[in-house]
């Protein structure tokens, strides 16, 4: 069984920075993609940025720039580094692991971008 929890949203400045954690209290993460995804009210849940096995690293167009995700696999934790923030990046923010055709999310964490 794997938990992701995240940690790191709150309200920013647009122009400022967060940085998202996601750390996994279940199993060891050593394989699979790790990602970031965000939905907001009456819209679909789309992929903010992703990382597989290599460091190979996708980004979703709105944020290609901006967002750095990472991983450390010792520590079980994937983060997402936002610079440059918009109000339109205001969102609940979610940790998602994918293996072996499953997925795991993380509860979700609120992203508020003020103008």
């Known amino acids: 069984q794997v938990q992701l929890v995240e940690s790191g949203g709150g309200l920013v400045q647009a122009g400022g920075s967060l940085r998202l954690s996601c750390t996994s209290s279940g199993r060891f993460l050593s394989a699979g993609a790790m990602a970031w995804y965000r939905q907001v009210p009456e819209r679909q849940r789309e992929l903010v940025a992703s990382?597989?096995?290599?460091?190979?690293?996708n980004y979703g167009d709105s944020v290609k720039g901006r967002f750095t995700i990472s991983r450390d696999r010792a520590l079980k934790t994937t983060w997402l580094k936002m610079e440059s923030l918009k109000p339109e990046d205001t969102a609940v923010y979610y940790c998602?692991?994918?293996?072996?055709?499953?997925?795991?999310w993380g509860q979700g964490i609120q992203v508020t971008v003020s103008a």
């Open positions: 990382i597989v096995g290599g460091g190979i690293t």
């Open positions: 998602n692991w994918r293996i072996g055709g499953l997925d795991y």
